[in-house]
């Protein structure tokens, strides 16, 4: 992949990362050696089975877990040689992450939500840029509401400006529209695709849905905790074509099993 | 449903120990406090049993002066003995001398016992008690013979530092005050110990010496009836030949007497103690309700299914209320175990006092176990009761919502009923305040206990501005942090509110006493301002009288030049008991008293009565009034003056030479000097303390020790009466930690939340220990402000004695601090265990 001279530099990466639950016979290889650079200024979809290791590779790059072995680089950091609280600190300032739901805390306005890593942090927010990333997520209105007070959309656009507030080298988001319908689906992925176009930012998102791996310019294939396949600038048949092939494959091994 | 029950108790054992710790603390304190006041009757009991013979000839009236210091002087004679002893139903005759107002020295010269506990001096027979027993028994050595031989307690040979053999210093209370004699033994009653005591055992030519002057004479006789003879015939026997003055009563009844007047003395420590424990129990009480409030809460959902599942209304709230049963249940068996232990770290820190309780005598009866479990299980149900009615009033719906959270009934109505509550406290505090019938401080009372039980109720809503405060200050201080914890601490006013009141209370109890106790002391100071008119004043450490040769030593010391002396005895006035002062001439050129009515100089038989004591009495000037002292012989007096009642003299003052003439002994009670014009005050003092020292009873204050050495007093009774309501305190932390580590559980994808996102562990505790922080200082503030506002009142109640209104604002401030410290501690152990959540099984957490 180095001699891939037009990709630019990785945002994150992944060097042989194995993580595994248990030991003996009853060990789970969540992730089996997976190998994988997040291309910086470009939004990237992971795909694959349920149980196929994605969130665990979310959260093992997002300095949320511990690999069993293999290392993790973050805007060139190898975490491994991080303690608790400089991962906390990395996450604060280098990651953005966005959860399936419940992302934002309920006693905080949407506003507060959104600054508050950069609150914890201690740093002043780059009002300017504050200001684009409200302005894309379209909320301005609603910026003094608690989360309660806000749909399921608007709540996860809320958490993908809180991710982005700190410009961070990368920011993760782990089924961000697994909870929502399809209209504030596409609200919050042409944010994020925006995000990615128009502020050069960096974005992972794992996804089941091939509509949404749609909006991206990468999707990488996981299975079994490997990666198995990606496609580049993908189109929506493309990308199902190839779920359903690698469908087939498991089912072909659980059947041989 | 019932295995169920137990099943969820299992499965929440922390929050089980943390609930149950409130009972347990509280029955702890409830059975500890009944063991020990128990053991302390049972105590006293036992002695005065066993050192009580069958029957006792004594003075008539003895019964009646049984708390006063005086010293009869009507004595019996051998030959009433011997008569006595002759009659059929006597069996032996023992002459009894009995001493008052001795006191025992150590070997270094210093005061032994002379605290709490009296000095019991008295001659050695061989007379057995009511039981056919001796009433003492030697621990060591031999009885006294001769005059000059004694026989102390272990405690006191043990405290004077003397072996057998050694020369004991005494100190007596007549005439030449030094004595000695020699120890030849110890002893202790045959009941156990002396409860404190100090007892002074000589033989009965040494008593007499000592007592009677050398007379062969005795105060009492001890009867022990022959066999087949019962009590009341052998009083019935005595009573013929007992000479006119005297009376003869039977053991028991004098036993009953014995046991009235300690038992008024250790009702008071008993009641006492019991207020505490009471206090203790509710704040424990407001635990419980809060700790299930908030785990029917947390369980709504498993509620609504059991309910949607098919459970009626009524098996949900009694399983709730079983769940409570069987928690108070060990929680009150455990509390009734370490009550036990408690019992005994009172006994320990009362003989510290002087009050010596047999160890022995601190057993589990079965009453105190059976009331620690009535209440312990009792306060639990009743404050499991409403929650466990909310529990049992989930809609079965509610399994299938995703907000967890049972609806709230309003605000609005809670705040309706505390403001009328409020009101109707005020009312009572008015008709206190302006006067009404009854004692004004019984009013302002009843308006206390409804506006801290109102307040405890509706705490959320007069809580908010507090809570609004500590968030916009911790999130000044504190940045986000703060913000997000002072969010938490509002999140649920009413969990808040309720997890406050506990400590509200404990501090509203210790505000108000503050502000009682520092106006007491302020008034102390305006009294003896405006009373201690002498330059010097002596008197002894327990008030007790003294020997005149400590006056006659101190007006030996140059530069003073006058001390007036002053005799405090009591006296039987139409069967009720009156404090009688005899003051000498000098009185009248140091103190003048408040006079109301005729003139403070008195002539002949004529005496000074206070305003109070005339009300009583219809005494006007001129009035008959008759005095009968315990010697039996009474003065007719003449009232010449009625006073506005001060310190300074009792309620009926009179012209020193009339006690002796009354029969009293010759004793001083207070000695005032003054010093020779242009004397040097300091100088003068020091020589007045030289002067006294050899008599360690006796102090000399100049006017600033003398208000000094009350507000001590005070003191000591303010610190001790904090020291009690430290517990409800400690338990008011307990429930701060439960609350605490209840939300903690409860937000638990929330702290995984903040985490994920760059939330470090530092200032996640931090969160929780501000939170906690804003929980304690709305207690605090609460609990003060009404304090302050009650015991302001109380205090304007009680105008008559406490003149001055002194606030104690250091206290308050220091009060302020220990809540932050209190709200510190209570988030140990939640914080920790908040900032070990695993990150990511946290944010998995449904
Ligand atoms: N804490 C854990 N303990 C044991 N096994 C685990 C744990 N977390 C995940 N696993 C296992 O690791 C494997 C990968 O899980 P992971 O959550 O990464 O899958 P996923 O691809 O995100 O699936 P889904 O699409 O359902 O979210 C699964 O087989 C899962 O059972
Ligand atoms: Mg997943």
């Known amino acids: 992949m180095t001699s891939e001279t037009s990709s630019p530099a990785p945002a994150a990466r992944a060097i042989d990362l194995r993580k595994t639950y248990g030991s003996g016979d009853s060990a789970v290889h969540a992730l089996a050696g997976v190998t994988l650079d997040l291309e910086a200024g470009r939004f990237t979809a992971i795909m694959g089975p349920s149980g196929s290791g994605k969130s665990t590779l979310m959260h093992c790059m997002a300095a949320l877990d511990t690999p069993s072995s293999g290392a993790v680089e973050v805007g060139g950091t190898d975490l491994g040689r991080l303690k608790d609280k400089d991962l906390t600190a990395l996450r604060r300032e280098r990651i953005g992450f966005v959860f399936q739901a419940f992302n934002l805390i309920p006693t905080l306005t949407a506003s507060e939500n959104i600054l508050l890593p950069l609150n914890l942090a201690g740093h002043k927010p780059d009002q300017e840029w504050l200001d684009t990333v409200i302005e894309a997520v379209g909320l301005r209105d609603r910026l003094g509401h608690r989360p309660t007070e806000l749909s399921g959309g608007q709540q996860q656009r809320v958490a993908c400006a809180r991710a982005l507030a700190s410009k961070p080298s990368i920011v993760f988001a782990d089924e961000p529209t697994g909870n929502l319908d399809s209209t504030s689906g596409a609200e919050v992925l042409s944010f994020l695709r925006r995000s990615v176009d128009d502020f050069g930012q960096t974005v992972v998102m794992v996804t089941h849905d091939a509509v949404a791996a749609s909006y991206c310019d990468r999707v990488v294939f996981l299975a079994d905790g490997l990666v198995v396949d990606e496609i580049r600038n993908p189109k929506r048949e493309q990308i199902l074509e190839h779920m359903t092939r690698l469908q087939d494959l498991a089912a072909a091994r659980t059947t041989q099993a | 449903m019932l295995k169920l029950t137990l099943r969820n108790l299992l499965a929440r054992k922390v929050r089980l120990v943390m609930s149950g710790l409130a009972i347990v603390l509280g029955v702890a304190f409830l059975s500890g406090v009944l063991v020990f006041s128990n053991g302390l009757s049972s105590t006293f009991d036992s002695i005065i049993y066993s050192s009580t013979p069958d029957g006792v000839v004594r003075a008539e009236q003895t019964a009646s002066f049984e708390a006063g210091p005086t010293q009869t002087t009507q004595t019996l004679s051998p030959e009433v003995v011997a008569e006595l002893e002759e009659l059929p139903e006597v069996a032996r005759a023992d002459g009894d001398v009995v001493g008052i107002g001795m006191s025992l020295l150590a070997s270094d010269g210093t005061l032994v016992g002379g605290t709490g506990a009296p000095t019991l001096a008295f001659n050695h027979t061989d007379g057995p008690n009511m039981a056919g027993e001796p009433p003492m028994l030697l621990s060591s050595g031999r009885w006294p013979a001769a005059a000059d031989e004694i026989v102390l307690d272990d405690a006191a040979a043990d405290n004077g530092d003397y072996d057998l053999g050694d020369e004991v210093k005494l100190l007596a209370p007549f005439g030449d005050s030094e004595r000695t004699a020699t120890l030849v033994g110890t002893a202790e009653f045959n009941g156990g110990g002396t409860a404190g005591a100090t007892l002074l055992v000589f033989s009965t030519e040494g008593a007499q010496d000592l007592f009677l002057d050398g007379a062969d004479a005795f105060h009492q006789v001890s009867l022990t009836a022959a066999d087949g003879v019962t009590q009341e ?455 007045l303390d030289e002067a006294a020292e050899a008599t360690p009873i006796v102090a000399v204050y100049d006017k600033q020790e003398f208000a000094e050495s009350i507000r001590d007093q005070i003191n000591q009774l303010l610190y001790m009466i904090y020291g009690l309501l430290a517990l409800a305190i400690v338990i008011a932390v307990i429930g701060i930690v439960n609350t605490l580590g209840l939300s903690v559980i409860e937000r638990t994808r929330e702290i995984g939340l903040l985490r994920a996102i760059g939330m470090s562990r530092t200032r996640l505790r931090r969160m929780i220990t501000l939170e906690s922080v804003a929980i304690a200082v709305l207690g605090a503030v609460l609990g003060m402000v009404i304090g302050v506002i009650i015991g302001v009142l109380l205090r304007q109640a009680l105008k008559d004695d406490l003149t001055s209104l002194g606030l104690p604002l250091g206290q308050l401030l220091v009060f302020l601090v220990i809540a932050v410290v209190v709200g510190v501690l209570a988030a140990i152990l939640p914080a920790i265990r908040a900032s070990r959540l695993n990150v990511l099984e946290a944010i998995a957490t449904e």
């Open chain 2, 233 to 687: 015939q052998l009083a019935e026997a005595a009573d013929t030949v007992a000479p006119s003055g005297f009376e003869a009563v039977t053991g028991d009844q004098v036993a009953e007497e014995s046991q009235d007047a300690v038992g008024q003395f250790l009702d008071v420590i008993s009641t006492f103690l019991l207020v505490f424990a009471i206090i203790a129990v509710i704040v424990g009480g407001f635990i419980i309700v809060n700790t299930f409030t908030i785990l029917v809460a947390q369980r709504s959902r498993e509620l609504a299914l059991l309910r949607a599942l098919g459970a009626s209304r009524r098996q949900v709230t009694q399983s709730v209320l079983l769940e409570a049963v069987v928690m108070s249940a060990v929680a009150a068996t455990v509390g009734i175990g370490l009550g036990w232990l408690l019992a005994r770290g009172l006994a320990a820190l009362f003989r510290a006092v002087g009050l010596d309780i047999a160890s022995d005598a601190l057993t589990l009866d079965a009453g105190s176990v059976i009331i620690s479990y009535v209440v312990g299980v009792g306060v639990t149900l009743v404050a499991a009761f409403l929650p466990a009615r909310r529990a049992g009033k989930v809609a079965p719906v509610a399994a299938m919502r995703a907000d967890s959270a049972p609806a709230r009934d309003s605000l609005r109505r809670r705040t309706i009923i505390g403001g009328v509550l409020i009101a109707v406290g005020i009312v009572f505090a008015v008709i206190g305040i302006t006067g009404g019938p009854g004692p004004d401080s019984l009013w302002v009372g009843i308006a206390a206990g409804i506006w801290i039980l109102t307040a405890a109720a509706i705490s959320s809503v007069i809580g908010r501005p507090v809570l609004v405060l500590c968030r916009g200050l911790f999130g000044r201080l504190f940045g986000t942090t703060g913000r997000l914890a002072g969010e938490n601490a509002l999140r649920d006013p009413r969990r808040t509110g309720a997890t406050a009141s506990a400590l509200m209370i404990g501090l509203a109890l210790v505000s108000t006493i503050g502000v009682l106790a520092t106006s007491l002391n302020a008034s102390v100071d305006d009294v003896v301002d405006e009373e201690f008119t002498s330059d010097f004043l002596v008197q002894s450490t327990n008030f007790l009288p003294f020997s005149t040769s400590v006056g006659d030593d101190l007006e030996a010391v140059d530069g003073v030049a006058t001390v007036s002396r002053q005799q405090w005895t009591g006296a039987q006035v139409d069967d009720s008991t009156v404090f009688v002062t005899g003051n000498d001439a000098a009185f009248d050129d140091i103190y003048e008293l408040d006079m109301v009515e005729g003139r403070q100089q008195l002539q002949g038989n004529q005496a000074l009565v206070t305003t109070g004591f005339a009300d009583d009495h219809d005494l006007e000037v001129g009035s008959p009034l008759t005095l009968t002292f315990l010697a039996g012989k009474s003065l007719d007096l003449e009232v010449a003056g009625i006073f506005e009642g001060s310190e300074t003299t009792g309620d009926v003052s009179l012209p020193l030479d009339l006690l002796a003439d009354a029969g009293v002994p010759r004793q001083d009670t207070s000695l005032s000097i003054m010093l020779e014009p242009g004397a040097d005050a300091v100088a003068v003092g020091n020589a």
